[in-house]
């Protein structure tokens, strides 16, 4: 009986607990929230990139990509010293090269008055149910709401449910989903994310966090192959850059066949959208400079896609520009594998992207 007791009181306890914490979802905010997202009125109150419509238009492969909630990023303001986030995924946790942290898991960052970021490590577990707590989170002086936070979601994993919980009596306010024109990047396993160790370390979401532009996402592993039926949900967005970076995609594909695609990519835009446009080289392989054939490969690629660009610069197209193997600039330890990035690949990518991109669209460098 008296155990029976204990065990009684111990159950109470955690109720107690659990009772003294309130848990938001962010798709019950009553606007949308998700940002770095396209079709808000479609799809805004879920974790996906691409509007249900678009699953009868598009190959298979790239409709079950477009459910992982790669660069996608909930955006609030909070004063609580503890902030727990739990989540269940419809995938498997990690994949060989890259680690449950990054295929699932969640970052976030907080943001002070100055406009300085911050990282904030969060306890994990993988269970049933993901969770990340934070605890002792110092507070804005600037303000009473708190810091402001991003909260960068998985990569190559796709979001079932999501809940928030902070304590009671302290304040969590989402940010609505921002209205600014965003970059609109279609790409890759390397744009989607492979092989970050979290999600803000994909070299998209570097970028972002640099640029301060909206980014959507729509990389595709495996699946960047400048396709029309993709172009079209592309060209959709309203954006103030389309970056096109889908050459380790189309190995398979002759040097003549990558120059009609580059071509026709850059003409199905431009048919309806005047923004600029810039293409990205093969980043190459961590093993070409032993592997003769692998160099041949990416070499050949990167040839017809500049073939292509200065064709179509000498044909009057405004605003094309390009960003080659040698600005991208890879290290030999900047790869998981033979084609993925590490962080430090990311870091690179994203380093050579941004500053094409602030080249752009005259973004200081200070911003």
Not at 125 to 133: L, M, V
Not at 179 to 195: D, M, N, R, W
Not at 255 to 278: F, G, H, M, S, Y
Request: glycine share 8%.
């Amino acid at each position: 009986m008296k155990r029976l007791f204990s065990i009684l009181i111990l159950c109470l306890g955690f109720l107690s607990a659990g009772a003294q914490w309130k848990w938001q979802n962010p798709m019950d905010a009553g606007f949308p929230v998700i940002q770095n997202q396209g079709w808000p009125e479609e799809i805004g109150q879920t974790y996906v990139r691409l509007p249900d419509r678009a699953k009868t238009e598009i190959r298979g492969a790239v409709w079950d990509l477009s459910r992982n909630s790669a660069g996608l990023a909930i955006h609030f303001y909070c004063n609580s010293p503890q902030i727990t986030i739990r989540y269940q995924v419809s995938g498997s946790y990690a994949m060989p090269h890259m680690p449950a942290t990054g295929v699932s898991g969640l970052d976030l960052y907080n943001i002070n008055n100055e406009r300085d970021w911050s990282f904030c490590f969060g306890s994990y577990s993988f269970g049933d149910t993901i969770q990340y707590s934070y605890d002792n989170l110092q507070q804005d002086k600037a303000h009473n709401r708190g810091f402001e936070y991003r909260l960068f979601l998985p990569l190559y994993n796709s979001i079932k449910w999501m809940e928030i919980g902070t304590p009671e009596g302290t304040e969590l306010t989402f940010i609505p989903r921002s209205e600014e024109k965003p970059i609109v990047l279609y790409g890759t396993s390397i744009a989607q994310g492979a092989c970050a160790s979290r999600p803000a370390m994909a070299w998209a979401n570097i970028l972002q966090r640099a640029s301060g532009c909206p980014l959507i996402n729509l990389g595709f592993s495996g699946n960047g192959r400048l396709e029309k039926e993709v172009l079209n949900y592309v060209i959709e967005q309203d954006a103030r850059l389309y970056i096109l970076d889908c050459l380790p995609n189309l190995t398979p594909k002759t040097e003549q066949k990558v120059t009609d695609l580059v071509v026709a990519a850059v003409k199905q835009i431009r048919a309806t959208r005047n923004a600029p446009i810039l293409l990205v080289e093969h980043a190459g392989y961590s093993n070409a400079p032993t592997n003769n054939s692998q160099y041949e490969l990416y070499a050949r690629l990167n040839k017809g896609s500049r073939k292509r660009f200065e064709k179509l610069q000498a044909e009057g197209v405004k605003d094309l520009y390009y960003l080659t193997h040698d600005e991208l600039n890879y290290s030999p330890d900047a790869w998981v594998d033979y084609v993925h990035p590490s962080d430090l690949g990311a870091e690179a990518q994203a380093t050579a992207v941004g500053k094409k991109v602030r080249e752009i669209l005259h973004i200081p460098a200070n911003n």
